[in-house]
């Protein structure tokens, strides 16, 4: 299975046009998520492997206050659904 990572230049610039910073993009994340009730340790490592696509959709728990922090939805982050994800190729039947 090969896949390429592509940098997500969506989240990147929403960031840059929100004026976010790493830290405060997951300080944010964080006191969202406690509003919530689901307390969540988030980091600016975090953000950093969702812009580089090494992470291409968040786990629950970081989407949501994600979500609420920024005002848009996944998609719009330029996060692509897990079954968007192209997989490895089943081989050709016998």
């Not at 492997?49 to 996944?74: D, I």
């Amino acid at each position: 299975m090969s896949s390429k990572r592509q940098r997500n230049s969506a989240l990147e610039e929403l960031l840059r046009a929100d004026g976010w910073t790493r830290a405060g993009l997951a300080d944010a994340v964080c006191t969202a998520a406690t509003r919530r009730g689901v307390p969540v340790v988030c980091t600016d490592r975090h953000v950093r492997r969702w812009v580089s696509g090494e992470v291409r959709w968040p786990q629950e728990r970081y989407l949501v206050p994600l979500q609420q922090v920024l005002g848009v939805p996944p998609e719009a982050m330029g996060f692509v659904p897990r079954s968007a994800v192209p997989t490895a190729a089943a081989p050709p039947p016998p």
